[in-house]
């Protein structure tokens, strides 16, 4: 009677489906070292109605089980009792999760009654916070490992890889039973990634960010590092950091040099500077008279440091930081061609890395500018970038006026082994050669200008460092511009830059603001490292000579 129903009926008890998990691929620096892996761990369960002995009383038995699991589990024998005498359902109980391979053999060769373990994936970062904000961390997500911020948010389907499934004929105490069939959809292992990133360097930088942010009391210190000529990004560091082991939400993931936006001050001058020279007839030796302050658009103008009677070259401009002097150099160009060099140099949209939550800066389009835009954005006020955006910047600078896009993939490798390089990034024309090459010149001239001031953080024997500082003052919590910004921005060897080291430093409350003192130590600490690790000699080169001052 009714065969078919209990047949099916009877099925559904006995067929039971296995999920097959992917083993999540890895993540590595450019030397193949491992920043992200994943780990086979075993989550322990009882099933009480099977814990039974002919020679020991249920509660003897149950005492001997918890004794003998004590150790492997790293719990008291007691807990454990108490787990299995007041199990979740009369069959089920887990133990303990995530327990390590090692720990697992130990309890499978104890052949202890009842218990039994299933396996499962977790993920470890062996050098802990290095790199966290480039890398993210993993969550949970039925079982599997899922990427909750950074690169295992980002390529979270190319880790994962695809799951299968086992399904199996148990018998009425949930054993598969031998000879019975099964149907078998094998698991794919996710894609391991290999990073541009140098963990050495990333480390270094790292520890300076974090020694200069105790130093000055700063709200937070990032470095970029860029080879200018690939856009590999070698090191993209920040402090404070955080632990991808230990957190549990991406509020908690920030990623610095992406996701947050500062004014970047004076190492903004160089951009309005190519536009004059390419549109406005300008030239680096075009000279200009200072005066104590102006009035442009309403907005009274002056520099950090005047004395009567100077007179700079745009080059001069540039080395002096002046802000009444790019000011008069805005006036040779338009505002549509101003606003289109600040967007053709990568201000205002995303950089390309991709990564989670990466802002696109603030530039407000001409339309929107009031009467004084032009002039405060000639010197880094009223636009907001990140870390990455002007890295990006001096890297265009430092390739002879052509963009590269920045990438953090240097390739993967699939499932089967088989390496596949990332493809070249992409590339654009951003300003004229002869540009880049003028720009180059005068920047080489910033490390001996700081220098006379006693900060000679751009001097490094044996290299023609090229270098750019910025300060700026934004708003604050309470107040309009009482927050200070801190940059500096440097190319080595300055001749022919392998290397672009973006730092900046955001609000430092002791010790002083300008981006020579604040970021300028944290530059040259850096700058030492990363051409020391990467062994790029010195190549002997003297800075350009380039006229500062007009007669």
Same mark, same amino acid.
């Given at each position: 009677?009714?065969?078919?129903?209990?047949?099916?009926?009877?099925?559904?008890?006995?067929?039971?489906?296995?999920?097959?998990?992917?083993?999540?691929?890895?993540?590595?620096?450019?030397?193949?070292?491992?920043?992200?892996?994943?780990?086979?761990?075993?989550?322990? &369960?009882?099933?009480?109605? /099977?814990? /039974?002995?002919?020679?020991? *009383?249920?509660?003897?038995?149950?005492?001997?089980?918890?004794?003998?699991?004590?150790?492997?589990?790293?719990?008291?024998?007691?807990?454990?009792?108490?787990?299995?005498?007041?199990?979740?359902?009369?069959?089920?109980?887990?133990?303990?999760?995530?327990?390590?391979?090692?720990?697992?053999?130990?309890?499978?060769?104890?052949?202890?009654?009842?218990?039994?373990?299933?396996?499962?994936?977790?993920?470890?970062y062996p050098d802990g916070d290095i790199a966290a904000n480039i890398i993210g961390f993993t969550g949970t997500d039925n079982g599997g490992l899922k990427g909750g911020a950074g690169l295992e948010l980002e390529d979270n389907a190319l880790l994962a890889g695809q799951p299968g499934s086992e399904q199996v004929q148990t018998s009425n105490q949930g054993q598969p039973i031998p000879l019975a069939g099964s149907s078998i959809k094998p698991a794919v292992n996710g894609s391991d990634l290999r990073l541009t990133i140098v963990p050495a360097l990333q480390y270094a930088a790292e520890q300076a960010c974090a020694e200069q942010v105790a130093k000055t009391k700063a709200a937070n210190c990032?470095?970029?590092?860029?080879?200018?000529?690939?856009?590999?990004?070698?090191?993209?560091?920040?402090?404070?950091?955080?632990?991808?082991? *230990?957190?549990?939400?991406?509020?908690?993931?920030?990623?610095?040099?992406?996701?947050?936006?500062?004014?970047?001050?004076?190492?903004?001058?160089?951009?309005?500077?190519?536009?004059?020279?390419?549109?406005?007839?300008?030239?680096?030796?075009?000279? &200009? *008279?200072?005066?104590?302050?102006?009035?442009?658009?309403?907005?009274?103008?002056?520099?950090?440091?005047?004395?009567?009677?100077?007179? &700079?070259?745009?080059?001069?401009?540039?080395?002096?930081?002046?802000?009444?002097?790019?000011?008069?150099?805005?006036?040779?160009?338009?505002?549509?061609?101003?606003?289109?060099?600040?967007?053709?140099?990568?201000?205002? %949209?995303?950089?390309?890395?991709?990564?989670?939550?990466?802002?696109?800066?603030?530039?407000?389009?001409?339309?929107?500018?009031?009467?004084? /835009?032009?002039?405060?954005?000639?010197?880094?006020?009223?636009?907001?970038?990140?870390?990455?955006?002007?890295?990006?910047?001096?890297?265009?600078?430092?390739?002879?006026?052509?963009?590269?896009?920045?990438?953090?993939?240097?390739?993967?490798?699939?499932?089967?082994?088989?390496?596949?390089?990332?493809?070249?990034?992409?590339?654009?024309?951003?300003?004229?050669?002869?540009?880049?090459?003028?720009?180059?010149?005068?920047? %080489?001239?910033?490390?001996?200008?700081?220098?006379?001031?006693?900060?000679?953080?751009?001097?490094?024997?044996?290299?023609?460092?090229?270098?750019?500082?910025?300060?700026?003052?934004?708003?604050?919590?309470?107040?309009?511009?009482?927050?200070?910004?801190?940059?500096?921005?440097?190319?080595?060897?300055?001749?022919?830059?392998?290397?672009?080291?973006?730092?900046?430093?955001?609000?430092?409350?002791?010790?002083?603001?300008?981006?020579?003192?604040?970021?300028?130590?944290?530059?040259?600490?850096?700058?030492?490292?990363?051409?020391?690790?990467?062994?790029?000699?010195?190549?002997?080169?003297?800075?350009?000579?380039?006229?500062?001052?007009?007669?």
């Open positions: 009677m009714e065969s078919g129903t209990y047949r099916q009926l009877a099925s559904e008890e006995r067929d039971r489906t296995i999920a097959l998990p992917a083993l999540r691929g890895s993540i590595t620096g450019a030397n193949g070292q491992v920043l992200a892996m994943t780990v086979e761990t075993y989550t322990v &369960y009882a099933d009480p109605l /099977t814990m /039974t002995s002919s020679k020991l *009383t249920k509660a003897a038995l149950q005492q001997q089980v918890a004794n003998a699991l004590a150790g492997p589990l790293g719990m008291t024998s007691a807990a454990i009792l108490n787990l299995v005498q007041h199990p979740t359902s009369p069959q089920y109980v887990v133990l303990a999760n995530g327990i390590s391979a090692q720990a697992s053999n130990q309890i499978t060769a104890l052949n202890l009654p009842g218990i039994a373990m299933t396996p499962s994936y977790a993920r470890s990032t470095v970029v590092i860029i080879q200018p000529k690939t856009g590999h990004v070698l090191a993209m560091a920040q402090w404070p950091t955080f632990n991808p082991s *230990t957190i549990t939400s991406a509020s908690q993931a920030t990623d610095i040099p992406v996701q947050n936006v500062f004014q970047p001050g004076s190492t903004a001058k160089v951009i309005t500077a190519s536009a004059a020279f390419e549109h406005g007839g300008q030239t680096p030796m075009s000279a &200009y *008279t200072i005066p104590a302050q102006i009035v442009e658009g309403g907005q009274v103008i002056q520099d950090a440091e005047w004395a009567p009677g100077e007179r &700079y070259t745009i080059a001069g401009i540039i080395a002096h930081s002046s802000n009444i002097g790019m000011s008069q150099v805005a006036n040779h160009i338009s505002e549509q061609t101003q606003y289109d060099y600040l967007k053709a140099f990568g201000l205002g %949209q995303p950089s390309g890395l991709g990564l989670p939550g990466e802002s696109a800066g603030l530039l407000p389009p001409v339309s929107q500018w009031a009467a004084d /835009t032009r002039y405060t954005l000639s010197f880094g006020q009223g636009v907001a970038a990140t870390a990455i955006q002007m890295a990006e910047v001096y890297a265009t600078i430092a390739n002879g006026g052509v963009r590269v896009q920045p990438t953090l993939i240097q390739g993967t490798t699939n499932s089967a082994g088989k390496y596949t390089p990332s493809a070249p990034s992409a590339t654009r024309r951003v300003i004229q050669a002869k540009t880049a090459d003028e720009l180059l010149q005068i920047l %080489q001239q910033v490390p001996a200008v700081d220098e006379e001031a006693d900060e000679p953080w751009g001097i490094i024997p044996g290299y023609a460092i090229a270098a750019k500082t910025g300060t700026s003052q934004e708003a604050g919590p309470n107040c309009a511009l009482c927050v200070y910004g801190s940059s500096y921005i440097g190319l080595a060897p300055g001749n022919d830059p392998q290397l672009v080291i973006a730092v900046n430093v955001q609000n430092p409350r002791k010790g002083g603001y300008y981006g020579d003192v604040i970021a300028g130590p944290v530059f040259y600490q850096v700058a030492k490292d990363a051409l020391a690790a990467l062994d790029i000699p010195p190549d002997g080169a003297v800075p350009a000579k380039v006229r500062l001052n007009a007669p």
